[in-house]
């Protein structure tokens, strides 16, 4: 269906590849190019605090957030779904195809701001309430027709240097390959107790047990952690539902984990300390970012720790998936009253030797 405003709303699929690494060719004002100073990953398991932590860096004004674009945008491979490759060697053909798939990724982010809360923004041509307008709009039509919109590009400033924000789950086990892509990536992993993390799922119908796992286990067989705990097939085909959930969680953090050993540019954060310090916590992100520790991230932290208050707009529609308020002793500990004991025990049989698992052990 052809939409008589398509210029307003150019999907993000039509958008080519006209650009080198982080400098995006927009078809849409007259072939001008912008460019983006850095790219930082916010990455980590589902519901494991990654969209709490963006937006806490997307309260800079010189930041331009997306939220999960390899979820939704298809090229040459499905992201989330690639054969999760270490030796790159024997995958040369499918790194071509996951890099192009990166790539593309950072050519369309350029003005797809959908998540709320919605933050000042230097690069803005319009004033702050006009652009809050556009941007709550598109969210609207984005989530109701199932488009991938950009905002027009006449709300921002022409040549204006960004720090991109990109939000994934999907990318835990290609670490490695997204260094090799993007050789100035900077990524902030950040790790939730699994227990919490499976019972926090389970509240998710899109994230329940689906039957999938075993597919999405077999994707990542090149994992590390599968270099370092080599697991036989059988073992893992007679694990119940929620086994297999808890090996995908040590799969994906296990081996960020192990990869940030080796690369420097990978910073790990605890979920729970965020949630109890989050002050000094982001402090250390911002430094390892080399990026300003901002009046405008603090009152977000303020707000969204319940320090002071929010706009009720921003908390009426920061609920749910896309969540960003917290209450520090409430939701570190709120999973021990939801998780039966039977589960308890199940998740445990899996995660108890895992090397992440002391820093849950109070």
């Known amino acids: 269906m052809l939409l008589p405003w398509g210029h307003l709303f150019w999907p993000l699929t039509h958008t080519g ?52 674009p390899d979820k939704r945008i298809y090229s040459d491979l499905k992201f989330g779904k690639v054969s999760h490759c270490s030796n790159l060697e024997d995958n040369k053909n499918e790194y071509i195809l996951y890099k192009k798939a990166l790539q593309e990724v950072v050519d369309m982010v350029h003005c797809n701001l959908m998540t709320f809360p919605f933050f000042k923004k ?56 997204l260094k090799n892509a993007f050789h100035s990536i900077k990524i902030v992993y950040i790790v939730r107790n699994p227990y919490a993390t499976i019972t926090s799922m389970f509240q998710h119908k899109k994230m329940a047990m689906d039957g999938e796992d075993l597919r999405r286990i077999a994707e990542r067989q090149n994992s590390i952690f599968f270099q370092k705990n080599p697991i036989n097939k059988s073992d893992i085909l007679s694990m119940s539902d929620i086994q297999k959930r808890s090996l995908l969680w040590r799969i994906e953090c296990e081996s960020a984990y192990w990869e940030s050993h080796t690369n420097p540019s990978i910073h790990m954060v605890l979920y729970e300390d965020l949630v109890r310090n989050p002050w000094d916590v982001v402090k250390n992100i911002c ?56 589960y308890y025990n199940q998740i445990n049989e899996i995660v108890k030797d895992s090397p992440l698992i002391h820093n849950w052990e109070d």
């Open 17 to 68: 590849l006209f650009s080198q690494f982080f400098c995006v060719f927009d078809p849409m004002n007259g072939g001008r190019e912008m460019e983006y100073k850095e790219l930082i990953l916010v990455c980590g398991f589902s519901r494991s605090g990654t969209t709490w932590l963006a937006k806490i860096l997307d309260a800079l004004p010189n930041v331009l957030f997306v939220s999960e």
């Open 122 to 177: 230097q690069y803005c041509n319009v004033p702050y309430t006009l652009y809050w307008i556009f941007a709550a709009i598109y969210k609207f039509f984005s989530s109701r027709l199932c488009l991938n919109l950009r905002l027009p590009p006449f709300l921002f400033k022409k040549n204006e240097k960004v720090n991109v924000v990109w939000k994934s789950v999907n990318q835990s086990s290609n670490l490695s390959c």
């Open 287 to 342: 430094s390892f970012l080399s990026c300003p520790f901002s009046p405008e991230i603090q009152k977000f932290l303020k707000q969204s720790t319940g320090e002071i208050k929010p706009p009720l707009i921003s908390r009426i529609l920061s609920t749910g998936y896309f969540g960003v308020y917290r209450k520090q002793n409430v939701d570190v500990t709120k999973w021990k009253k939801k998780l039966s004991r039977e």
